[in-house]
T-cell receptor
Framework: QKEVEQNSGPLSVPEGAIASLNCTYSDRGSQSFFWYRQYSGKSPELIMFIYSNGDKEDGRFTAQLNKASQYVSLLIRDSQPSDSATYLCAVGNYQLIWGAGTKLIIKP | EAGVTQSPTHLIKTRGQQATLRCSPISGHTSVYWYQQALGLGLQFLLWYDEGEERNRGNFPPRFSGRQFPNYSSELNVNALELEDSALYLC??????????????FGEGSRLTVL
């Protein structure tokens, strides 16, 4: 059974701090890794993807992938209240396996 | 450019009835995915269509079915509705099947309520 695990949270972070979201996966053959953001009552939207080991930066967001340890993380720098949402990790090749999501709350 | 569109936005049915949900992908996208998201739960994969063919289905009973039309739009049918089918049904499209399959663009969803 292929699984993707995320801490459900909520994760509470002060405004301006770094939010760190983590995800572990069971399938060592996974090649593609995605982070989606879902605001309450809205559909998920893709914010980052990473295919190779290491870090990938896009603005305030950094995705980190460690295939040997089978984890992928998302760092959000200078957290803003608008970053408050549920963050979904998705892992796979041709078919994605989704985590249940981590609820992030940014406190003003 | 129009995003993924889904209809209807809301649908209310009673137990035993059938529901049909529709999805139009982004222009040029050939892959369509259907997901179920029950209240407070994660995304559960239902079906994946690409180039008119069903490529994969999730762990759902056969009363969940669908198809993809030549214009790549898709519909999801749920027969013999049960109370636990009440959920948000999300459609997503991607440019093509392949490594970037996870780069999905979601519609706003169809909320199905079964009474």
């Amino acid at each position: 059974q292929k699984e993707v695990e995320q801490n459900s949270g909520p994760l509470s972070v002060p405004e301006g701090a770094i939010a760190s979201l983590n995800c572990t996966y069971s399938d060592r053959g996974s090649q593609s890794f995605f982070w989606y953001r879902q605001y309450s009552g809205k559909s998920p939207e893709l914010i980052m993807f990473i295919y190779s080991n290491g870090d990938k930066e896009d603005g305030r967001f950094t995705a980190q992938l460690n295939k040997a340890s089978q984890y992928v993380s998302l760092l959000i720098r200078d957290s803003q209240p608008s970053d408050s949402a549920t963050y979904l990790c998705a892992v796979g090749n041709y078919q994605l396996i989704w985590g249940a999501g981590t609820k992030l709350i940014i406190k003003p | 450019e129009a995003g993924v569109t889904q209809s209807p936005t809301h649908l209310i049915k009673t137990r035993g009835q059938q529901a049909t949900l529709r999805c139009s992908p982004i222009s040029g996208h050939t892959s369509v995915y259907w997901y179920q998201q029950a209240l407070g739960l994660g995304l559960q994969f239902l079906l994946w269509y690409d180039e008119g063919e069903e490529r994969n289905r999730g762990n759902f009973p056969p009363r969940f079915s669908g198809r993809q039309f030549p214009n790549y739009s898709s519909e999801l049918n749920v027969n013999a509705l049960e109370l636990e089918d009440s959920a948000l049904y999300l459609c997503a499209s991607s440019l093509e099947a392949g490594r970037n399959t996870g780069e999905l663009f979601f519609g706003e969803g169809s909320r199905l309520t079964v009474l």
